[in-house]
């Protein structure tokens, strides 16, 4: 069974920063992409970014309109862990962050919910005015 874990959340004022981690029991696998998403209350979970790690230290990089500019994705492979540095947070960036990894080939681009079949329990970003 593939576990994913987000670690990083918290709470800070419009602004600041925060850098989630995502590690998952199985990137020795080799992950075909990690993807990180977000809920907010009562609205639909969306993609944020979405990295394709390929070989040695590059890899293919996604990111919604919105933060665009503003969240950073990367990769430690030595580590097993994906990073999401979030700069310049706004109260609209306050939501659920969940990560997931994916296995099976797809193309490059934002993931959406379906590509991805691991999920973690989410970690909370709240951004006060």
């Known amino acids: 069974q593939v576990q994913v874990m987000e670690s990083g959340g918290g709470s800070v004022q419009a602004g600041g920063s925060l850098r989630l981690s995502c590690s998952t029991s199985?990137?020795?696998?080799?992950?075909?992409?990690m993807g990180w998403f977000r809920q907010a209350p009562g609205k639909e979970r969306e993609g944020v970014a979405t990295?394709?790690?390929?070989?040695?230290?590059?890899?293919?990089?996604y990111y919604a309109d919105s933060v665009k500019g503003r969240f950073t994705i990367s990769h430690d492979r030595a580590k097993s862990t994906v990073y999401l540095q979030m700069n310049s947070l706004k109260p609209e960036d306050t939501a659920m962050y969940y990560c997931?990894?994916?296995?099976?080939?797809?193309?490059?681009?934002?993931?959406?919910?379906?590509?991805?079949?691991?999920w973690g329990q989410g970690t909370q970003v709240t951004v006060s005015s």
């Open positions: 990295i394709f790690p390929r070989g040695g230290v590059s890899y293919y990089a």
């Open positions: 199985a990137y020795s696998w080799r992950p075909y992409c």
């Open positions: 997931a990894a994916n296995f099976a080939t797809m193309a490059y681009r934002l993931g959406k919910e379906a590509d991805f079949a691991y």
